[in-house]
């Protein structure tokens, strides 16, 4: 007895069909060719490498680095009217408060605010 595949494609019908699933397909080739003139859709041609990738590849400058731990009230007051205080780190300012002193708890702006009072 012969057992019939039942995976396999039936090829008699994909035969009859063919044309007109390639006329089908014809048909949205055309139509996708239409709508992407229409709209403007288009591949953009590939950046030629040049000074601008190189440009854009390159690292971005680093932040400047903090001004250097003040350790007198002296050195203090010209971070204060230089305005420079803002860029001390938050362990910075206590460690300047502890050694003046004065309280050293809160947040940052809190800790510049008495820095400010004080010089």
Do not use: F, H, N, Y
Not at 41 to 67: I, L, N, T, Y
Not at 95 to 118: C, M, N, P
């Amino acid at each position: 007895e012969e057992t019939v595949d039942v995976l396999q494609p039936d090829a008699a019908a994909l035969r009859e069909k063919q044309p007109v699933l390639l006329a089908w397909s014809d048909a949205i080739e055309a139509a996708s060719a239409t709508v992407a003139g229409a709209l403007g859709v288009a591949k953009r041609p590939a950046p030629a490498g040049g000074e601008e990738d190189a440009a854009r590849a390159a690292p971005k400058p680093r932040r400047q680095a903090p001004p250097p731990a003040p350790t007198t009230l002296e050195d203090m007051r010209e971070l204060v009217r230089s305005g420079e205080v803002d860029r001390l780190t938050a362990s910075v300012l206590k460690d300047w408060l502890k050694s003046q002193g004065i309280v050293a708890t809160g947040k940052k702006a809190d800790l510049v605010e008495r820095i400010r009072a004080v010089a």
